[in-house]
């Protein structure tokens, strides 16, 4: 199961300063924060567009299409497991990157198995 979270929604106090780590399951969506690392899968850019560029880089086969195959190979290894895909917006959106990811990455599940890979 993926499942979308927003730091906005956590009331984290601000850990800027604090060294994080993340559990093998969450997969973080942003640009650069504390000591995480910008995501391959982050892009400065609004959501129609960002839309866009996702679906290139699929078509493309780049980097960031092997990084939302790698999820989904995870989520058809463990039908029962859930991964948590992190997004830091700060708008009260209900279509953000995070959102975006997960409605490919289910694209790529459904793909897998409408042409029996699995």
């Known amino acids: 199961m993926l499942v ?3 730091l906005r929604d956590l009331n984290i106090p601000d850990f ?9 399951n969450v997969i973080y969506l942003g640009k650069a924060i504390s000591d995480i690392a910008s995501s391959i899968l982050y892009s400065n850019l609004p959501i129609k ?10 078509e493309a086969k780049t980097d960031v299409y092997e990084n939302l195959a790698a999820i989904k190979q995870q989520l058809i290894n463990n ?3 859930s991964i ?3 997004c830091d917006c700060h708008k ?3 279509d953000c990157q995070a959102t975006t990811v997960k409605r490919a990455i289910m694209y790529l599940v459904v793909e897998e198995w409408a042409f029996g890979y699995f």
């Open 84 to 86: 948590f895909l992190v």
């Open 79 to 81: 039908p029962d497991a």
């Open 16 to 24: 800027s300063n604090r060294k994080v780590s993340l559990q093998h």
């Open 92 to 94: 009260a959106e209900i």
């Open 49 to 58: 567009k960002y839309k866009h560029w996702l679906k290139s880089e699929i």
């Open 4 to 6: 979308v979270v927003h």
